[in-house]
C-alpha cells in the first residue's frame, strides 16, 4: 500500500439504470471499485453514499480528493425519452416553423406502415417565426426584427417556457442575429435559458443543427440543477474537488462548460466503456479490439483501432424503436461510435410465425427477469439458456444477490421452445445460445465493413454481466482468434472515466473547393475555434502547453450527398492543398478501397478536436494464485455447441489464476458478476494487470 | 411442413437463414460505401441479392428500396436465355440496363454472377444500382423514346472467367457526364458480387454443405406457410378499384382486379391507360415490384424477402399499358406511375382488410431539376431536388406529414440547396389541413417558396403528381388534398413541363396531403 501523505485520488461515478458504479483510483494507479443502487428520485443521493462507502472502506482522506468525474450514463438519455424535459420554445427564420417536424422526409422501415416518427421536443404553438435572413456565404438579406423577437420571448414566457432553442438559417456563417436575440432574452426574460445552433452545433443542414440546439434547450434546465445538487452533496461529505464531466465523444470537460453543453453528456458511459476497454488492450498488448459489452437487454461493441474508439457523427437519440436506424432524433456531434443490438442476458427466445426459434431483441427486464429468477418470468431467456448448458452455476447467486432456479430455466426452455420443436432441452438451450451469438457476430461484421475493417484482426475485449460468457461463440463466429477480459468486468465502464483524456470539439461550416480554397481565411477560422476549445480546456483545470490540437475536414467529390472526415496538418501554408487532397485520398481508400482523382474535393465544415491526456492511468495489480479452484475439487457439466458435447470443466477464481503461465481449456473461470467460458483446447493466461487473455484454437 | 424442414433443425435453419441475409448485407453495405452515387448512398437506390442455382430468390440485402422486390430472377432469367447456366464459369459477371431486363430505366445497372462451389454452380448473386449518371437528356419526363434517356447497354459479360471486358468500360466513359463516377459505381458491384462469393464459400465450409438448395427450399417453405397464415385473413374473391393522375396531356387510369383464391393473389391491371408518349412508362418488372410492395406491408412487414413470398403472385399487365410499356417506349420518369400503384392495392383490398390498409398517399415525390446556362461567361449549374407529400392513413394512426411513400427519399437540406444552385428559399412549412379527415387523418404535404437569385434566367423541371386528382381516402375518410405549383402567384398550367424564372421570380410548390381512413364523425364522437 501507498502512503497515504502524499496520495491523491481522482473519483469517477457512472450512474445506471440499476446500478451506480463508484471508482476511485490513486496517483500510484491503484484502483478501487464499488457499486450501489440508483435511486431514480434521488440520483445525486446513490453517488454521495457510494463514494462514502468507498472512501470508509480505503481509509482515503476526503481532502486528498481532487477531481470528481460524473459519467451519468441515462440522466439525459432518459429525459428525452421519457419526455420529462423542460418546457422548450423554439425561434425560427420567419417561413421555416416546422423545419424540425418535416425533418429528412425519410421512413425508417420500409415495410411498416405502422411505424410513428418521433415527435418533436418543440410543440408547434411555441415555434415563433422571427422575420430574419442570413444567406449561404453569411450576408444579411433581412435584418433581425428585434421587435418580434422580444414578442416571442414574452409570449413563450407567458406561456411558462422555460428553456428556448434559437435556430436560423445560415447561422452558422453568421451568428450575429442569434446572438442578439439572447442579449433581448436576458434583458426580458433573465431567467429563461437559452440554446443557440451557432454555438450547440455551427454547422451545415437545418434540420439535424435544429434538432441538436432544441434538445440541448431541452434538458439544459434539469442538468443545471442536477449539477448543482451534486456539488452540493459532495461539499456536505467534505469534498471540494473539481468537477468535471464525461461527454460523449470520449473525453471530459469542466461542469461549467457541460451545463450550457448538456447534449454532449448523452451516452456518456457506453464510451467510458470503449475507453476502458481501450486502455486495457493498451496494457495487455493486445493491439486493435473489438469491445464487447453484453448486459441485461443489449450487447454494445465498438472497434478500437490504433488505441482510437471509432467516433460517428450519426449518433440518434430516444428512438421510437430502438433497434431502429433512423427512429430517432439525429445527433450530430463526435460521439464513440457503438453498436447497440437487443441481445443480453433477458433477451426472450421464441418461435415466431415462421417456425423458427428467434432470440431478442425483446427483453424480460431486471423485472421479472429471466425464468431462473424464480420472480414470475415465463418465458425463456439467454440466462435460462446459460444456465441449462452449465456456464451458469446452479448454486450460485448472480452477482451475489439473485438465487437461480434450474429447474423454472428448464421448464421454461421446456415448454416454449424445446416441446414445440421437438427436440430435447439441451439443444434447445444450445440453439437459444447459438442464435444469440451469430446475431451479435453478423451485425458487428456488417458494422466492421461499414467502416472498412477486417474484423478477423481484432481481440474481442468482453466484458459487462453476459459479455465474457458468450465471448467465444461470438469470436468463433467472427473469426477473431483472441479473448481479452479485463479485471473488475462488472463495473467496467467507470474505470474509462479515469482514463478519459480532457477534450473537446469545436465545429465551423465554410463551403468551399479544396482546389483553390482561401487557407488564410480558414486558418482565421481556427483561430477562433483553437481560442474556444483552449478556453474550455483551462476552465477544466489543464496548463495551456498542455493541450494538442488536431484540425480536420468533412470533404467529399464535388457532386456527392455525404462527407468523410478527413484529417488536416497542423499548419497551413502553400502545401496545404495537395496535403489536404492527399488525406482525402488516404481516407478514402481506408473506407471504399479506391478513389478518383478525375473529381474536384470540396469542403463543407471544419473541425478541431482540443485534447490532453488524463492524469495517471489506472491500473489494476493481479496477485500471484495457485490456480486453485473457485469450490475445492469442483467440476461442472458443461455442454459445448461446437463440440456437440458435455465436458467436465474446472471452475476456476479469477482472483487464483497463477500469472503468466498459460493453460488449457475447457475451463470456467469466475470472477464477480460473470463467468468466462474457455473451450476444449482454447489455452488461456493471466498477466500481471489482471487481464484474461484466452487464445482460440 | 416440406420435407426438408425434416432434415434441418429449427434451430440450424433459423442461424443459415440469418447468415445468408447478413453475407448480402455485407455486400450491400460495402456497395453502398464503394458506390459515388448520391441515390444509392442516400436513398438505398440499389439491391443485392443471392439467388438459388435455379434462379429463385433466397436472399435480398435489407435496406433496398421496394422497386426492386423480386425483380432480379426476372433480370437472371433473361440473363441465362443469352448466356446459358452451363456456359458459365467461374468469374463471370453478366450485365445490362435495359429497363424491360432490369428495374425499368436505364439508370439501374444489373449485375449477376454464378458461384461455383469446387465444379458445382450452387448460386448466383445479383447487384442492382442506380448510376451517377446514363448519358442522353437529364432525368426528365419529357423524352418521347428511350433512346433519349442514355446509353444502353445490351446483355454482355464485363467479366469473362475473371478478365474484364474493357471494352464496355470504355463504352460508358465515352457515354456519361461524369465517367469517374460511373466507372467508380461498376466497380463498387464488381466488389458487392464479390463479398457474396467469398462470404457464401466461407459459410458452406464453415458447416461442410457442399449444395444450398436444401436450405433454400425449407427457408421458401417457412416463408410461404408463414405468408398464407396472414393470407387467410383475406376472404376469397375479387376485388378491385380504380385511381387516377394527372398524366400528361391527358389523366392517367390505373385499374387493379385483384383476385385471391386457393392461397394466391392474382393482380390484373386490364383496363389501365395505354402507354403514353412521354417518359412515365413502367416496364413489367417495375410494375411487379410495386404491386407485390403494399402486400409485403400488410402481409408480412417482417419477413425477408425471397420466393416464398414473390412466387404467390401473379402479375397480370397486358403489353402496351401504361403498366406495361412496349420498347422503345421512354421509361425515365417510371415513378411516376409505380408509386400509384400502392394506391389502388390498398384501396382494392381496403374492405377485406380494413385493420391493415393504408390511404393513399401524397404520393409520389416531386423533383425539381433547376438549371441555368450563361453562355457568356460559361457559368452553369444544375441541381436537382426531392420534396415529399404527406402518408395516408393507417388504422390506429394519422398519416406522417411530409415524409417519402413507397420509395425512401429524403429531401435536400434547405442549406445545401442554397449552397449548390444560386436560389434562395422563401418558405418551407407544412401545408396544414392538406391531410384528408378521417377517423384517422391523411399526412399534411408541404409548400415551399422559391426565388430566383441568379442574374440569368434559370429554368426548372418539374416531375410532380396530384395536382388535379388527388390521393384517395378509404373506408369512408376524405381524399387528401391536391398539390399545386404557381410562379409569381399565378398557377402553372403544365405541371409536368419546364418553367423559366427570372431573378427575383417565386416558384411555389405545394405538395398533396395523405388520404384518411374512416368516417371522420366517429373521430368526433371519440373526441
Known amino acids: 500500500m501507498s502512503s497515504r501523505n502524499t496520495t491523491s485520488y481522482r473519483f469517477g461515478f457512472d450512474i445506471g439504470g440499476t446500478f451506480t458504479d463508484v471508482v476511485v483510483s490513486a496517483s500510484d494507479g491503484e484502483v478501487h471499485v464499488g457499486k450501489c443502487l440508483s435511486q431514480p428520485d434521488a440520483i445525486t443521493q446513490a453517488v454521495v453514499e457510494g463514494l462514502t462507502t468507498l472512501i470508509e472502506q480505503e481509509s482515503i482522506p476526503r481532502d486528498k480528493i481532487q477531481e470528481v468525474i460524473s459519467g451519468a450514463t441515462t440522466v439525459v438519455t432518459n429525459l428525452i425519452i421519457e419526455g420529462k424535459g423542460a418546457p422548450t420554445g423554439l425561434l425560427t427564420t420567419e417561413g421555416f416553423p416546422d423545419l424540425i417536424e418535416i425533418a429528412r422526409e425519410m421512413r425508417y422501415d420500409i415495410y411498416d406502415i405502422t411505424a410513428r416518427l418521433p415527435v418533436p421536443v418543440v410543440p408547434r404553438p411555441w415555434r415563433k417565426e422571427v422575420p430574419e435572413r442570413i444567406d449561404k456565404d453569411g450576408v444579411v438579406i433581412t435584418a433581425l426584427d428585434e421587435k418580434a423577437a422580444k414578442?416571442?420571448?414574452?409570449?413563450?414566457?407567458?406561456?411558462?417556457?422555460?428553456?428556448?432553442?434559437?435556430?436560423?438559417?445560415?447561422?452558422?456563417?453568421?451568428?450575429?442575429?442569434?446572438?442578439?436575440?439572447?442579449?433581448?432574452?436576458?434583458?426580458?426574460?433573465?431567467?429563461?435559458?437559452?440554446?443557440?445552433?451557432?454555438?450547440?452545433?455551427?454547422?451545415?443542414?437545418?434540420?439535424?443543427?435544429?434538432?441538436?440546439?432544441?434538445?440541448?434547450?431541452?434538458?439544459?434546465?434539469?442538468?443545471?440543477?442536477?449539477?448543482?445538487?451534486?456539488?452540493?452533496?459532495?461539499?456536505?461529505?467534505?469534498?471540494?474537488?473539481?468537477?468535471?464531466?464525461?461527454?460523449?465523444?470520449?473525453?471530459?470537460?469542466?461542469?461549467?462548460?457541460?451545463?450550457?453543453?448538456?447534449?454532449?453528456?448523452?451516452?456518456?458511459?457506453?464510451?467510458?466503456?470503449?475507453?476502458?476497454?481501450?486502455?486495457?488492450?493498451?496494457?495487455?498488448?493486445?493491439?486493435?479490439?473489438?469491445?464487447?459489452?453484453?448486459?441485461?437487454?443489449?450487447?454494445?461493441?465498438?472497434?478500437?483501432?490504433?488505441?482510437?474508439?471509432?467516433?460517428?457523427?450519426?449518433?440518434?437519440?430516444?428512438?421510437?424503436?430502438?433497434?431502429?436506424?433512423?427512429?430517432?432524433?439525429?445527433?450530430?456531434?463526435?460521439?464513440?461510435?457503438?453498436?447497440?443490438?437487443?441481445?443480453?442476458?433477458?433477451?426472450?427466445?421464441?418461435?415466431?410465425?415462421?417456425?423458427?426459434?428467434?432470440?431478442?431483441?425483446?427483453?424480460?427486464?431486471?423485472?421479472?427477469?429471466?425464468?431462473?429468477?424464480?420472480?414470475?418470468?415465463?418465458?425463456?431467456?439467454?440466462?435460462?439458456?446459460?444456465?441449462?448448458?452449465?456456464?451458469?452455476d446452479p448454486n450460485a447467486r448472480l452477482g451475489g444477490q439473485v438465487a437461480l432456479h434450474l429447474d423454472l430455466a428448464e421448464a421454461a426452455i421446456g415448454k416454449y421452445v424445446a416441446e414445440p420443436l421437438g427436440m430435447t432441452l439441451i439443444e434447445a438451450a444450445s440453439g437459444i445460445y447459438r442464435i444469440v451469438c451469430e446475431n451479435m457476430a453478423s451485425s458487428a461484421k456488417v458494422h466492421a465493413v461499414e467502416k472498412g475493417k477486417d474484423i478477423r484482426h481484432y481481440t474481442l475485449a468482453a466484458f459487462g454481466g453476459a459479455g465474457p460468457m458468450h465471448a467465444r461463440e461470438v469470436a468463433r463466429r467472427l473469426g477473431c482468434r483472441q479473448i481479452l477480459v479485463p479485471p473488475n468486468a462488472g463495473v467496467f465502464s467507470a474505470i474509462g472515466l479515469l482514463v478519459a483524456p480532457v477534450m473537446t470539439d469545436a465545429v465551423r461550416t465554410f463551403y468551399t473547393r479544396v482546389e483553390g480554397a482561401d487557407w488564410q481565411e480558414i486558418d482565421s477560422i481556427y483561430d477562433d475555434l483553437t481560442e474556444s476549445t483552449a478556453q474550455a480546456l483551462i476552465q477544466a483545470g489543464i496548463a495551456p502547453d498542455d493541450i494538442e490540437f488536431e484540425r480536420s475536414a468533412d470533404m467529399r467529390y464535388i457532386g456527392q450527398g455525404f462527407e468523410v472526415t478527413t484529417p488536416l496538418p497542423a499548419r497551413f501554408d502553400d502545401a496545404t492543398t495537395d496535403a489536404a487532397v492527399q488525406s482525402f485520398y488516404d481516407i478514402y481508400d481506408e473506407l471504399f478501397s479506391h478513389h478518383l482523382t478525375t473529381v474536384d474535393v470540396e469542403a463543407l465544415t471544419w473541425r478541431l478536436r482540443a485534447t490532453a491526456p488524463a492524469p495517471s492511468p489506472p491500473i489494476s495489480r493481479r496477485m500471484n494464485g495457485t490456480d486453485s479452484r473457485a469450490v475445492p475439487d469442483q467440476l461442472r457439466r458443461v455442454y459445448f455447441p461446437d463440440a456437440g458435447e458435455f465436458h467436465d470443466v474446472p471452475v476456476l477464481a479469477d482472483s487464483g489464476l497463477n500469472i503468466d503461465s498459460e493453460k488449457e481449456g475447457p475451463a470456467l473461470i469466475e470472477q464477480l458478476g460473470c463467468t468466462t467460458v474457455v473451450g476444449p483446447g482454447e489455452r488461456f493466461t493471466a498477466d500481471k494487470h489482471g487481464n484474461l487473455l484466452v487464445s482460440l484454437s | 411442413m416440406a420435407k426438408a424442414n425434416k432434415q434441418i433443425s429449427p434451430i440450424d435453419l433459423e442461424i443459415y437463414w440469418n447468415r445468408l441475409i447478413s453475407v448480402v448485407d455485407e455486400a450491400g453495405a460495402a456497395m453502398k460505401r464503394t458506390s459515388f452515387s448520391t441515390v444509392v448512398r442516400e436513398s438505398n437506390d440499389y439491391t443485392c441479392v443471392m439467388l438459388d442455382a435455379d434462379g429463385a430468390l433466397l436472399a435480398q440485402s435489407s435496406w433496398s428500396v421496394p422497386g426492386f422486390i423480386g425483380t432480379t430472377p426476372h433480370s437472371l432469367a433473361h440473363f441465362l436465355d443469352v448466356y446459358p447456366k452451363d456456359t458459365l464459369s467461374d468469374g463471370d459477371i453478366i450485365l445490362s440496363n435495359n429497363p424491360w431486363i432490369g428495374s425499368g430505366h436505364l439508370n439501374d445497372l444489373t449485375m449477376a454472377a454464378p458461384i461455383f462451389h469446387g465444379d458445382r454452380l450452387v448460386a448466383f448473386v445479383v447487384t442492382v444500382a442506380h448510376l451517377s449518371d446514363i448519358g442522353g437528356r437529364q432525368w426528365s419526363a419529357s423524352s418521347t423514346e428511350l433512346f433519349e434517356e442514355g446509353?444502353?447497354?445490351?446483355?454482355?459479360?464485363?467479366?469473362?472467367?475473371?478478365?474484364?471486358?474493357?471494352?464496355?468500360?470504355?463504352?460508358?466513359?465515352?457515354?456519361?457526364?461524369?465517367?469517374?463516377?460511373?466507372?467508380?459505381?461498376?466497380?463498387?458491384?464488381?466488389?458487392?458480387?464479390?463479398?457474396?462469393?467469398?462470404?457464401?464459400?466461407?459459410?458452406?465450409?464453415?458447416?461442410?454443405?457442399?449444395?444450398?438448395?436444401?436450405?433454400?427450399?425449407?427457408?421458401?417453405?417457412?416463408?410461404?406457410?408463414?405468408?398464407?397464415?396472414?393470407?387467410?385473413?383475406?376472404?376469397?374473391?375479387?376485388?378491385?378499384?380504380?385511381?387516377?393522375?394527372?398524366?400528361?396531356?391527358?389523366?392517367?387510369?390505373?385499374?387493379?382486379?385483384?383476385?385471391?383464391?386457393?392461397?394466391?393473389?392474382?393482380?390484373?391491371?386490364?383496363?389501365?391507360?395505354?402507354?403514353?408518349?412521354?417518359?412515365?412508362?413502367?416496364?413489367?418488372?417495375?410494375?411487379?415490384?410495386?404491386?407485390?410492395?403494399?402486400?409485403?406491408?400488410?402481409?408480412?412487414?417482417?419477413?425477408?424477402?425471397?420466393?416464398?413470398?414473390?412466387?404467390?403472385?401473379?402479375?397480370?399487365?397486358?403489353?402496351?399499358?401504361?403498366?406495361?410499356?412496349?420498347?422503345?417506349?421512354?421509361?425515365?420518369?417510371?415513378?411516376?406511375?409505380?408509386?400509384?400503384?400502392?394506391?389502388?392495392?390498398?384501396?382494392?383490398?381496403?374492405?377485406?382488410?380494413?385493420?391493415?390498409?393504408?390511404?393513399?398517399?401524397?404520393?409520389?415525390?416531386?423533383?425539381?431539376?433547376?438549371?441555368?446556362?450563361?453562355?457568356?461567361?460559361?457559368?452553369?449549374?444544375?441541381?436537382?431536388?426531392?420534396?415529399?407529400?404527406?402518408?395516408?392513413?393507417?388504422?390506429?394512426?394519422?398519416?406522417?406529414?411530409?415524409?417519402?411513400?413507397?420509395?425512401?427519399?429524403?429531401?435536400?437540406?434547405?442549406?445545401?440547396?442554397?449552397?449548390?444552385?444560386?436560389?434562395?428559399?422563401?418558405?418551407?412549412?407544412?401545408?396544414?389541413?392538406?391531410?384528408?379527415?378521417?377517423?384517422?387523418?391523411?399526412?399534411?404535404?408541404?409548400?415551399?417558396?422559391?426565388?430566383?437569385?441568379?442574374?440569368?434566367?434559370?429554368?426548372?423541371?418539374?416531375?410532380?403528381?396530384?395536382?388535379?386528382?388527388?390521393?384517395?381516402?378509404?373506408?369512408?375518410?376524405?381524399?387528401?388534398?391536391?398539390?399545386?405549383?404557381?410562379?409569381?402567384?399565378?398557377?402553372?398550367?403544365?405541371?409536368?413541363?419546364?418553367?423559366?424564372?427570372?431573378?427575383?421570380?417565386?416558384?411555389?410548390?405545394?405538395?398533396?396531403?395523405?388520404?384518411?381512413?374512416?368516417?371522420?364523425?366517429?373521430?368526433?364522437?371519440?373526441?
Not at chain 1, 172 to 177: M, Q, V
Not at chain 2, 160 to 183: C, H, M, S, T
Not at chain 2, 252 to 261: D, G, H, L, P, S
Request: proline share 5%; with cysteine.
Open chain 2, 151 to 527: 446509353l444502353h447497354i445490351p446483355v454482355l459479360k464485363l467479366y469473362e472467367a475473371g478478365v474484364r471486358n474493357d471494352v464496355i468500360i470504355k463504352i460508358f466513359e465515352a457515354n456519361v457526364r461524369l465517367p469517374g463516377q460511373v466507372v467508380g459505381d461498376i466497380e463498387a458491384q464488381v466488389v458487392a458480387i464479390n463479398v457474396v462469393k467469398r462470404r457464401l464459400l466461407e459459410f458452406m465450409t464453415e458447416y461442410g454443405l457442399d449444395e444450398i438448395g436444401s436450405i433454400a427450399t425449407a427457408i421458401y417453405n417457412v416463408t410461404e406457410d408463414a405468408v398464407l397464415k396472414q393470407l387467410r385473413a383475406i376472404p376469397e374473391g375479387t376485388y378491385s378499384a380504380e385511381v387516377e393522375g394527372d398524366g400528361w396531356e391527358e389523366s392517367i387510369r390505373i385499374r387493379a382486379t385483384i383476385t385471391v383464391k386457393d392461397g394466391r393473389i392474382r393482380v390484373d391491371y386490364s383496363g389501365s391507360s395505354p402507354q403514353v408518349r412521354y417518359g412515365v412508362n413502367e416496364s413489367f418488372n417495375h410494375t411487379h415490384a410495386y404491386t407485390v410492395y403494399p402486400f409485403k406491408c400488410m402481409l408480412a412487414p417482417g419477413l425477408p424477402n425471397n420466393d416464398g413470398f414473390i412466387r404467390l403472385f401473379d402479375v397480370v399487365a397486358p403489353e402496351g399499358t401504361i403498366v406495361n410499356a412496349k420498347f422503345p417506349a421512354a421509361v425515365g420518369a417510371r415513378q411516376l406511375i409505380g408509386h400509384m400503384l400502392q394506391g389502388v392495392v390498398f384501396e382494392a383490398i381496403a374492405d377485406a382488410l380494413p385493420d391493415k390498409v393504408q390511404a393513399d398517399s401524397g404520393t409520389p415525390l416531386t423533383v425539381l431539376v433547376l438549371k441555368g446556362l450563361d453562355m457568356e461567361s460559361g457559368e452553369a449549374f444544375q441541381q436537382i431536388t426531392f420534396l415529399n407529400g404527406g402518408i395516408g392513413a393507417t388504422k390506429g394512426r394519422h398519416g406522417e406529414p411530409c415524409s417519402s411513400f413507397p420509395a425512401n427519399i429524403s429531401n435536400t437540406p434547405v442549406e445545401i440547396l442554397e449552397n449548390l444552385a444560386p436560389v434562395r428559399y422563401r418558405q418551407k412549412i407544412i401545408h396544414e389541413g392538406s391531410g384528408g379527415d378521417g377517423e384517422y387523418r391523411g399526412g399534411d404535404g408541404q409548400v415551399i417558396q422559391l426565388e430566383s437569385c441568379w442574374h440569368k434566367p434559370m429554368t426548372v423541371a418539374l416531375l410532380t403528381e396530384r395536382t388535379r386528382k388527388a390521393p384517395r381516402g378509404v373506408l369512408g375518410g376524405h381524399d387528401g388534398a391536391c398539390g399545386f405549383v404557381r410562379k409569381n402567384g399565378q398557377p402553372v398550367a403544365e405541371t409536368k413541363g419546364v418553367v423559366e424564372l427570372k431573378p427575383g421570380d417565386v416558384l411555389e410548390v405545394a405538395l398533396p396531403g395523405g388520404g384518411g381512413l374512416g368516417e371522420p364523425s366517429t373521430a368526433q364522437a371519440a373526441e
Open chain 1, 151 to 392: 414578442q416571442a420571448i414574452e409570449e413563450l414566457a407567458a406561456d411558462g417556457v422555460k428553456s428556448v432553442a434559437v435556430s436560423f438559417l445560415h447561422a452558422y456563417r453568421y451568428p450575429a442575429h442569434e446572438q442578439r436575440v439572447m442579449e433581448i432574452a436576458a434583458e426580458i426574460a433573465p431567467d429563461m435559458f437559452v440554446s443557440l445552433s451557432s454555438d450547440v452545433l455551427p454547422e451545415i443542414r437545418e434540420y439535424e443543427r435544429t434538432v441538436a440546439t432544441a434538445l440541448n434547450a431541452y434538458v439544459r434546465p434539469y442538468i443545471g440543477h442536477y449539477l448543482e445538487e451534486l456539488e452540493k452533496g459532495l461539499g456536505a461529505i467534505g469534498i471540494k474537488a473539481t468537477l468535471n464531466i464525461m461527454q460523449s465523444n470520449g473525453g471530459v470537460i469542466s461542469r461549467d462548460y457541460a451545463e450550457t453543453m448538456p447534449l454532449r453528456m448523452l451516452e456518456s458511459g457506453p464510451a467510458a466503456g470503449a475507453l476502458a476497454a481501450s486502455h486495457v488492450a493498451d496494457l495487455a498488448g493486445t493491439g486493435d479490439i473489438l469491445s464487447f459489452d453484453m448486459g441485461g437487454t443489449t450487447a454494445k461493441s465498438c472497434l478500437v483501432s490504433n488505441g482510437r474508439p471509432e467516433i460517428t457523427l450519426e449518433f440518434e437519440t430516444a428512438r421510437v424503436q430502438r433497434f431502429k436506424k433512423g427512429s430517432g432524433f439525429p445527433v450530430k456531434l463526435p460521439i464513440i461510435d457503438m453498436m447497440e443490438i437487443g441481445a443480453g442476458g433477458g433477451s426472450i427466445a421464441r418461435i415466431d410465425d415462421t417456425g423458427l426459434l428467434k432470440v431478442g431483441p425483446e427483453s424480460s427486464g431486471a423485472v421479472p427477469g429471466p425464468a431462473c429468477y424464480g420472480q414470475g418470468g415465463e418465458q425463456p431467456t439467454v440466462t435460462d439458456a446459460a444456465l441449462v448448458l452449465g456456464y451458469l
